[in-house]
């Protein structure tokens, strides 16, 4: 049976496992599924995905579920947490909640799960107003994921809230299947002034084949404040599509990092809406791949009001025969006058193998903006390299303290320091150098 | 110190080097001038070891060993410094970092230990002053956003770190205001010593009124075409180039 057919079949047994909140959410789910039924996984001839084939992943034969309640133990996941810093967490372990490994409040705000949130009745109110109200319905991988929500992270911080310490939402997959699809869901609202930090990560600890679909809907109220991180350090046989969407209001600011330095297929769907004035948007993102690795980033931010503000900097290196994709849309809408839109997508080829596809679209429809893109492929400047050898430094580290600085723009503005350092260690660790000081 | 033999050099099949022939002994300051485009950042940048360029023929000594083969950092652990004309920026490391770096590199090459960090700071306290240089600028992104004349002391800054055996100075004062020029200036002559040798490449002869040469030569087209002592250089400030290429014929 294709995956396709063994999805569509076990949806029936799903629905009638699962006790939703409303028959809303049955309808939701429905409608989802249909959508999926007739679009099925995207193909290369869509614009969209013409660089990006899940054909090959698609042959493996994922159960939908995880069979069993699996556990790991704390030691062998340490690494990959936030350890200097206290923080809220949701972890789950192929799909299921681990209380063990979380820490989650309902303490003055909620961080807890989407399987509480879709069924007990006190969240009804937020899942009628929130959930999939700014995913695309149109979008089949979306469907797939929202026809099969059940699990994932559940933030809502109150209005004025300060968070007083990072959330961390994590995936871990153990392999206890021969090939696992996951469907991760969050939902992430931010009153009113509020001001949270999010960090992402999707993890197997086994080798066994691993696709997970993630969908992530962020709400940013009035004057709110979200920094959100992921980071994708995932081993050669873990797959990620990541469809984020995020709905700001008026004067919010919301930034989303995205490093990606592993996996073997991983697809970025970030999408920002805007729905109010003086709204900033932030998008940035690191790329460090090789061998086959295939990372793509595909952005849309919609400018659908007056006075806002995007910025876009993305940054790849590529190696071996390494794939890198930047499909950055940039929508302007009549209706915003006075946006400054701003994209920058700088590339790095290390090999005469590696292949980068860099397409900025920009479709501006109001006559008084400030938009701009700019795009650059190439490899490492020889002057430079001749200046930090005349210094002493070997070619290695040379090179390596080049691609250190050439993302330093994004890493600088990671906001917690214990993650920027992670990051800078995990790029000082790909590029296979210790340069004797923290980067 | 340096012994340059018949060097030629070309890049890209343009052969810019035509022979020259230099001799510059421990405690020595010597300057080499002449008119845009005859070849002065070139040689520096070849004795320094930049690939860019071909060495077609003849060879470098340093303390008698031939150094043409070897690569820019290898030159740079036997006491090689080359002062940028146009340095280059690296943001997201700071000058602190990036000598710390620079240092424990050369010092592993010659087979010693990390320099403790006390005496790293102490070193970096004692240079900073040399130079002029507020501590703040240290904890800044190398050369990033750096004036023309922060990057040039910051160069010789980087010297006095290093402590050279050679150093070559490619137009150390093009963009210094009187006052930057001086303290760049009073840096080397502190630094200068009887156990190492300074190579002055300029343009112009201001520099040399600070930084006193034992000897100037007169570089054109590719070929030293004239040698003398430091009053040769207020000749040529007095005179120009077209002087010595009227007296050639």
Not at chain 1, 240 to 249: E, G, M, W
Not at chain 2, 75 to 94: C, D, N, T, W
Not at chain 2, 130 to 147: A, C, H, P, W
Not at chain 2, 161 to 174: R, V
């Amino acid at each position: 049976m294709e995956l396709k057919e063994k999805i569509l079949a076990s949806f029936m047994a799903f629905e009638d496992k699962i006790v939703d909140v409303n028959n809303e959410l049955h309808d939701i789910r429905t409608s989802a599924i249909k959508n999926f039924e007739d679009k099925g996984f995207p193909s290369k001839k869509e614009e969209a995905w013409k660089y990006t084939s899940l054909n090959a992943i698609l042959k493996n034969d994922f159960s939908v579920f995880a069979k069993n309640d699996n556990t790991v133990e704390f030691a062998d996941v340490k690494k990959y947490f936030l350890n200097e810093v206290d923080t809220y967490k949701v972890v789950f372990i192929d799909g299921k909640f681990s209380s063990y490994l979380s820490s989650t409040t309902h303490d003055g705000l909620d961080v807890c799960l989407m399987s509480s949130a879709l069924t007990k009745p006190k969240y009804k109110m937020y899942i009628d107003q929130y959930f999939n109200k700014i995913a695309n319905l149109e979008d089949s991988l979306t469907s797939l994921n929202t026809a099969f929500s059940q699990e994932g992270a559940y933030v809502n911080i109150p209005k004025s809230k300060v968070v007083d310490k990072p959330i961390e939402i994590l995936y871990f997959s153990t392999g206890s299947e021969a090939a696992l699809m996951t469907q991760p869901r969050n939902l992430i609202i931010v009153g009113e002034n509020a001001h949270v930090q999010i960090v992402e990560r999707h993890q197997s600890l086994n080798s066994n084949p691993v696709l997970t679909n993630s969908v992530t809907e962020i709400f940013a109220q009035k004057h709110a404040i979200v920094d959100y991180y992921k980071v994708q350090n995932d081993i050669q046989t873990a797959n990620l599509i990541d469809n984020s969407y995020i709905a700001q209001k008026q004067d919010s600011h919301v930034s989303v990092h995205t490093f990606s330095f592993g996996g073997n297929i991983t697809r970025n769907n970030l999408n920002f809406y805007h729905q109010g004035e003086h709204i900033d948007s932030t998008l940035k993102g690191i790329t460090i791949i090789g061998d086959k690795q295939h990372v793509d980033h595909s952005t849309l931010v919609q400018h659908a009001t007056p006075n806002c503000e995007s910025h876009q900097n993305y940054k790849t290196i590529l190696d071996g025969n390494a794939t890198g994709v930047f499909n950055g849309k940039i929508f302007v809408e009549k209706e915003a006058q006075k946006t400054n839109a701003f994209q920058q997508n700088n590339n790095i080829l290390l090999s005469d193998k590696a292949t980068i596809n860099a397409k900025p679209q920009l479709e501006i429809f109001a006559d008084d903006v400030k938009c701009s893109h700019g795009c650059t492929i190439g490899q490492l400047d020889e002057s430079a390299m001749f200046y930090l050898q005349q210094r002493g430094i070997g070619k290695k580290e040379a090179k390596a303290l080049l691609m250190y600085a050439f993302t330093s723009e994004v890493t600088n503005s990671v906001k917690i320091p214990e993650l920027r350092n992670k990051i800078a260690r995990i790029i000082a660790d790909k590029l296979g150098v210790n340069m004797g000081f923290d980067l | 110190m340096l012994q340059i033999k018949n060097l030629h050099a070309s890049v890209e099949d343009k052969e810019i080097l035509k022979g020259i022939n230099l001799e510059v002994k421990a405690g020595e300051v010597h300057a080499i001038m002449g008119p845009n485009g005859a070849g002065k950042s070139t040689l520096s940048s070849i004795i320094a070891g930049n690939e860019n360029y071909n060495v077609t023929a003849g060879e470098i000594l340093l303390e008698g060993e031939n150094i043409s083969e070897l690569a820019p950092e290898e030159r740079a652990h036997k006491g090689v410094f080359l002062s940028f004309q146009y340095p280059v920026e690296i943001p997201g490391v700071s000058v602190t970092n990036f000598m710390k770096t620079a240092i424990n590199e050369s010092r592993k090459a010659r087979g010693q230990e990390d320099m403790p960090a006390n005496e790293m700071l102490k070193l970096i306290r004692e240079k900073s002053e040399l130079l002029e240089i507020d501590r703040k600028f240290l904890s800044r992104s190398l050369n990033e956003g750096f004036s023309g004349g922060e990057k040039k002391r910051n160069e010789i800054f980087q010297m006095a770190m290093l402590e050279p055996k050679l150093a070559i100075l490619d137009e150390a004062d093009s963009g210094l205001d009187i006052d930057a020029l001086r303290i760049v200036a009073n840096g080397v002559n502190k630094l200068k010593n009887k156990n190492n040798a300074v190579l002055v490449i300029t343009h112009y002869q201001r520099l040399l009124d600070y930084i006193i040469p034992d000897f100037v030569h007169v570089l054109m087209d590719g070929k030293i075409v004239k040698s003398g002592d430091a009053s040769l250089a207020l000749e040529l400030e007095e005179k120009g180039y077209d002087w010595i290429k009227n007296e050639g014929k």
